[in-house]
């Protein structure tokens, strides 16, 4: 099958344009595509250089961030397929605005001012990850519960990095779920819990990995623990989220717009 | 100064097209802009009520990358500004093609294919943060090394999260800089290390809000140990980015580009 080579433009990191591609590219999913990507586009003799690489393959897809009119000028040259996102939405938002747009170099609004706090909120995931420091819990924006390896940390890194959210993690034990109410230090904070879980095929073989014919990882184990804390979140009623079929992208956006 | 309302619609988790909102926004920047995300319309029922939300905001923007044609004509019956980024791109894209987009429901191209290794790659980086598990760094892709404090936790889960490369983090402790080489154990693992270095002033305000008025974060420290580090990455050819005035996005972005 023809592999169609697709161009992302940016002038700065290129998160956008890809983002924009990807999504683009899936309504077409009996084609298949190679993404090359070419950030930090930010000067005419960068431009040139993108235009001829992509020159070097006819028929290639451009998608493009560039917000400086003389680079997308020199990158129309490259005669491309070029779909130029800023050159279609921007003209449209400045009528809204009756105001003309400043091209900005691609730099995302707020991004310098936000940097410290999402750091500072990695810095927290991390410091109360899997537990630790259940004496900080007041101090977090959300708290995930769930059994072990049901996906907490990376999506409570996911939430810190991309949000700036402070979200601990607390891992629910046989033992705590023997005990059929949750831990005192989660009942102090009720109301910032929010619980994943998983199908137990899914969670069996994710445990498997780690620890293979362990008791652990046996589909019996995982039933039992994932049925016990159920009845827990439902006693305390702990929004659930069932990650099964979810990207962390995915269990983030629902996470922030749960009730 | 009047703040103007922006809603961020999607029929998936929004992280496009609120990417692509501040990327425009930001060219506005004498304006104030409060977004609002509006995640998951899927259905008529839910942009029924996105359009009713909308429309009760009079001359609210609306940036869109809903896919169901349906779907975007209820919300223009709300007659805001509606910024419709699909519907600019994906005709242009599928005269290119030469075939006609099938609306997805906005699931990013291979999003469900990566999500395992990119968990993996979480895990990884967590598992190597800080120098731990030092015999593994031969299964890393990358090695990111430089004093403490100079942000190589961050752009590490950022890597391992946003593209699924397994990174590993090392610490050069004031003992390895007196030392003059580098340790033995990233010498073998040359070509994959990458340097991060900052401004001296940023390093020593950085470890100031964790240690006040330590030796550790004395400006005459942080310049020392990063003069002593930089010697070292000048002599091993390890490349070197200075972070001081970058975003994790753009660190990370610069990272998977070097040479």
Known sequence: MKNHSVFCVSDHTGVTVEAVAKSVLAQFPALEFSLIALPFIDSPEKAQAAAAQIAAIPGALVFSTLSDPALRAILRDSRANLFDVFGFVVPAVETALGQAATPS???THGMANNYESRMDAVNFS???DDGLQPQRLDQADLILVGVSRVGKTPTALYLALQYGLRVAN??????DLEHGSL????????PRLRALTL???RLAAIRQARYPD?????LQQCRDELAAAERLFTRHAVPVIDTTRMSVEEIAA??????
């Open 214 to 218: 362990s008791r652990y990882a046996s």
């Open 183 to 190: 831990p005192d230090v989660l009942l102090a904070n009720l």
């Open 126 to 128: 991390l410091a109360l």
């Open 105 to 107: 170099g691609g730099r």
């Open 199 to 201: 199908s137990a095929e």
């Open 170 to 175: 607390y891992p629910l034990t046989p033992d």
């Open 254 to 259: 629902r996470l922030r717009n749960l009730p």
